[in-house]
């Protein structure tokens, strides 16, 4: 997770695409699996914006709403994910993105956010 939450903040949305791909696909029976996919479809709509492209930019973070809320309504979201990956202030930005008619101004609080309370285990 380390690795992914880097590349995220260092705005390499494919890369943390990919390297988060691998810790969801290892998770399949498990429900907090939904915590890696919320922040893929993030990464994926912040690729889009990047590239202008608003449709993609606006069905990734679509999906991603349902991913936020699949997390919560299954009580997925222990204390180190709403802390350690900012999970409120992810949401929140997520969930300000206008369903309707956004433009791709609406996207820039996304675009710019990072992970800051992320604290990588000790080896």
Not at 73 to 93: A, H, M, N, P, S
Request: glycine share 4%; aromatic share 12%.
């Amino acid at each position: 997770m380390e690795e992914s939450v880097n590349l995220f903040n260092e705005q390499m949305y494919w890369e943390c695409h990919e390297s988060l791909e691998d810790l969801w696909m290892d998770d399949k029976g498990d429900q907090g699996r939904d915590v890696y996919w919320a922040v893929i479809q993030v990464a994926a709509a912040c690729i889009h914006y990047r590239d202008g492209n608003l449709i993609g930019a606006k069905g990734m973070t679509s999906k991603a709403k349902e991913k936020f809320r699949r997390c919560r309504d299954r009580q997925v979201l222990t204390d180190l994910v709403l802390k350690y990956l900012d999970w409120g202030e992810l949401e929140q930005l997520v969930m300000m993105i206008r369903d309707t008619d956004p433009v791709l101004e609406d996207f820039d609080d996304l675009y710019n956010f990072r992970f800051k309370n992320y604290l990588p285990r000790p080896t």
